[in-house]
């Protein structure tokens, strides 16, 4: 068991074991690690073993590696940005720069550089590109986040009943999960589209649909190393049945990496979305959606270069956001840096 | 006094790809009310096999409990209970503590709500109540400031906490029986000695039976009415504490009581352990299991299976030389006081 100071230090923390880098008036714990500032220092000294603790929470913990990873800060910071952005987009965007949809067909409207009036310029029906940046971050967001949302409730379901309750049940399962992984996604995922029709609802339940066997897979192997613990054994000498053994028990402890999974997952459907859209099998226009103005951009690539610049680059930094975060937690949950 | 457990014949075999393990192999024994029974032997000779046999926590996958065998708790058949009433058994009537306190505690849960978890499900408590007496129960397991402390996670617990803890959680529901499985193992010796008090003081005042697993005899001998030393899954011995530590019938368990450590004798500074490894469980020796390691072994214990014969009044043997009265050691006894 790792001693209770123990938990306040994390790897990524530069000055965690460099002594030669303690600075004047800095402070050294009782481990005599340098501590940068009065901030990290223990809420409770270690004292005896009968101190009395506050008591962190597992998600106390890993927020506080959080804090420290500044990628993973990066990237949420960047991805409150854009929500914050986008969900305020009809109070200044749409006053400012106009509505996404509206086309300006005097002519010369169209396909204008970058200015003032038009941050990102026009694209070739005189739309503002910036408003239709902004408002296609809701259909991308929201594509990502319900589309994983569905992955997950799926993922979670099946990966609990498989690894919880082994045998049969197991292998069918993850055999019918490997029937989803053998065929090429993008392909699967026209494929479905092709049935239910090109549409934004469908886009994500298509992508729901696709994402589950991975989820299924981390959170089964996830519980069947959870279900190994003795607490496990002791809560079943406890009396709890299959249902209080799975979500209060196991669940709980085995969470961690589909969060991580989940997050980084995010990113993989918006890109997903985004290559749908490019192929006409996604978003519809005139919705704004940035595959779909990649899609439009295309022919007009060296003509109006930014009209492919701003949606392709909308779509890298969100993507390598969740990407990010996702990294940061891994580490931050991982159980292993609290020993 | 009644009889409120009693294990019949109980055959529990594990079905391996390597042959099948038969872990324990017809092992009888009675409990009574407020007796404790102490379950005495090497790794491997079924002790731990023999309570989860008890509790139905065999996995049912691979473990077979015989077609015979039968366990008898307060006159009914746990065997051929449905999971629901077996449920309702474990953690209310019978009790389990585990061998490793550290792991033995769900790591996402304050230690209060653990402790208090099986008064919810058992007794019907809303879980302010069962805090409430989570608080109680820690305080009588003698944990210093419960109520601060019962807010803390298992993580903030020493390793001798953890074990009241899981003391207080066993005892919670106020069970007939209370099944030890190495209680004071992974402790440190001086936190041994409380553990052990600690279990005597509450036995004093709930009443509880307890069965008492083991590896080290000096444990059990203050608090055991009666002592089972088993090997490869089988009784070899079973009598008062009293008469197997004074008057011990078996070679092994000789062996067992030679390899003590004691402090009542100065001039024998050398420990005699006993040689060779405890047998296979698929390959168990022809004839007596501990032939292979007895010092007294003849060529007729290479092909004869002793039984448990009753030697004096209420103490048994199951050595093929135990009826000759001149087979005796006198000179081993106990390091401890006999209960």
């Known amino acids: 068991m790792s001693d209770r100071d123990d938990l306040h230090h994390d790897a990524h923390d530069p000055h965690s074991h460099d002594k030669s880098r303690l600075e004047h008036g ?3 714990d009782v481990a005599g690690h340098p501590v940068k500032d009065q901030a990290q220092l223990l809420p409770v000294p270690p004292t005896d073993e009968f101190a009395t603790g506050g008591g962190r929470t597992l998600w106390g913990d890993a927020w506080y590696r959080l804090r ?6 990066a990237g949420l910071i960047w991805v409150i940005f854009i929500i914050a952005v986008t969900l305020s987009a009809d109070l200044w965007v749409k006053p400012i720069f106009g509505d996404p949809l509206s086309m300006d067909t005097t002519v010369g409207a169209n396909l204008q550089p970058p200015s003032a009036d038009h941050l990102m310029g026009t694209d070739k029906l005189g739309r503002d590109v910036f408003a239709r940046v902004v408002y296609g971050a809701r259909i991308s967001l929201t594509v990502g986040v319900i589309a994983v949302a569905i992955s997950v409730a799926i993922g979670l379901i099946m990966g609990a009943l498989s690894g919880y309750f082994g045998g049969i049940l197991d292998t069918l399962i993850m055999r019918g999960a490997d029937v989803f992984l053998a065929f090429p996604y993008v392909l699967f995922a026209i494929a479905l589209i ?51 053994m799975i979500f209060r028990h196991i669940m709980p402890n085995a969470v961690a990496p589909i969060i991580v999974y989940g997050t980084m997952s995010i990113g993989g459907a918006i890109i997903t979305e985004a290559a749908l859209s490019f192929l006409g099998m996604g978003v519809q226009p005139p919705t704004p959606s940035w595959g779909l103005m990649l899609s439009d951009a295309r022919p007009l690539m060296v003509r109006a270069p930014w009209l492919m610049l701003w949606p392709g680059f909308a779509i890298l930094t969100t993507v390598l956001a969740f990407v990010l975060m996702g990294d940061g937690l891994r580490d931050a949950l991982d159980v292993k840096m609290k020993d | 006094m009644s009889t409120l457990l009693e294990v ?6 594990f079905h391996t790809r390597d042959g099948v393990v038969k872990a324990v192999d017809g092992v009888n024994f009675s409990l009574e009310a407020g007796q404790t029974l102490a379950v005495v032997g090497e790794s491997g000779s079924g002790k731990s096999v023999t309570a989860l046999s008890i509790m139905r926590l065999i996995p049912e996958s691979t473990g077979v409990i015989g077609a015979d065998s039968d366990i008898l708790f307060k ?91 899981m003391i207080a959680m066993a005892l919670a529901c106020d069970p007939d029986i209370l099944i030890a499985d190495e209680p004071t193992t992974a402790l440190d010796v001086t936190i041994q000695a409380q553990i052990l008090e600690l279990m005597i003081a509450l036995q004093e005042r709930t009443g509880t039976a307890i069965i008492m697993i083991t590896h080290d005899l000096g444990v059990v001998a203050d608090m055991a ?10 009784q070899v011995e079973y009598g008062t504490a009293e008469d197997v530590f004074y008057r011990p019938l078996h070679p ?58 009753s030697i004096e009044d209420g103490h048994s043997s199951a050595c093929l030389f135990s009826q000759d009265p001149s087979f005796r050691r006198d000179e081993v006894s106990p390091s401890g006081e006999v209960a």
């Open chain 2, 225 to 234: 009415n009666d002592v089972m030393v088993m090997y490869a899954g089988k």
């Open chain 2, 75 to 165: 006159g009914e058949s746990i065997l051929s209970m449905d999971d629901v009433s077996m449920r309702s058994i474990r953690g209310d009537r019978i009790a389990m503590i585990f061998q490793d306190p550290m792991t033995s505690l769900n790591p996402v849960y304050r230690v209060g709500r653990q402790v208090g978890e099986s008064l919810v499900l058992h007794k019907g408590l809303k879980k302010k109540e069962a805090d409430e007496r989570a608080v109680e129960l820690l305080d009588m397991v003698g944990i210093p400031h419960a109520r601060e402390r019962a807010r803390d996670y298992p993580h903030q617990f020493s390793g001798g906490m953890r074990q009241r803890a």
């Open chain 1, 68 to 73: 420290k990873n500044k990628l993973a800060i």
């Open chain 1, 26 to 28: 800095d402070i050294e």
């Open chain 2, 252 to 309: 092994y368990t000789w062996g067992l009581l030679e390899s003590l450590p004691r402090h009542d004798v100065s001039d024998k500074g050398v420990l005699v352990p006993i040689t060779g490894q405890p047998p296979s469980l698929i390959n168990v020796p022809d004839g007596c299991a501990f032939h292979p390691r007895c010092p007294y072994a003849k060529e007729i214990c290479h092909t004869t299976v002793p039984s448990l014969e």
């Open chain 2, 8 to 13: 019949r014949n109980l055959k529990t075999h």
């Open chain 1, 194 to 244: 092709a049935v239910l029709g090109p549409s934004y609802r469908n886009v994500f339940i298509a992508i729901g649909i696709l994402g589950w066997p991975s989820i299924a897979r981390v959170f089964r192997s996830s519980i069947l190393s959870v279900k190994e613990n003795e607490y496990i054994d002791a809560a079943r000498a406890m009396g709890a049945g299959h249902m209080r």
